[in-house]
């Protein structure tokens, strides 16, 4: 069975500066994907990033960018220039790849993170 | 992108009576659809997959005649959560797969509603 691990319950940091927030994952499945998922106080999932495990290049998306360790099966985040909008909470998910579409995500317990000014 | 809409936001009702959740995809079709429930300061728990024309799988520990769900169209699923009661209190957020294109392949990209409180008394 597939499982995703967020360790870090809670994070701060100050506006302007950089968080890693961190995540590892088990699965023998070889095609899947990974994602970085942001829930703001509205409660509206927000999809923050994608990585395609076949890919060794990390993602990036303006201040969000991703270290994909797939050996290690680690994939984090990290936020530059931190802003307050980014307060909410941060959900790691993976999803396999199989018959020609991506299955259920599988979350992990969420990390949420205050941006402090 | 993509929307996907959940109706109602927020829901009150009394222990004995159902209430029915609607999920809708307002710019796409989606086949397949998901259902969650989130607890407060927890991750989701996904309930069901709802596909269209086609019986819920429903995951493990989900009683399925306590929580019906209903894809009859490409772009609304419902769940009614039957007899509620009090523990059944709760936010439930639906999610809709829309065809994305990625580099070697397509995936399916999950599109989330804003979600619905239940509050049973």
Known sequence: ?117 | GAVVSQHPSWVICKSGTSVKIECRSLDFQATTMFWYRQFPKQSLMLMATSNEGSKATYEQGVEKDKFLINHASLTLSTLTVTSAHPEDSSFYICSANHVASGSRHSYNEQFFGPGTRLTVL
């Open chain 1, 1 to 117: 069975a597939q499982t995703v691990t967020q360790s870090q319950p809670e994070m701060s940091v100050q506006e302007a500066e950089t968080v890693t927030l961190s995540c590892t994952y088990d699965t023998s499945e070889s095609n899947y994907y990974l994602f970085w998922y942001k829930q703001p106080p509205s409660r509206q999932m927000i999809l923050v990033i994608r990585q395609e495990a076949y890919k060794q290049q990390n993602a990036t998306e303006n201040r969000f960018s991703v270290n994909f360790q797939k050996a290690a099966k680690s994939f984090s985040l990290k936020i530059s220039d931190s802003q307050l909008g980014d307060t909410a909470m941060y959900f790691c998910a993976f999803a396999w790849y199989y018959g020609g579409a991506t299955n259920k995500l599988i979350f992990g317990t969420g990390t949420l993170l205050a941006v402090q000014p």
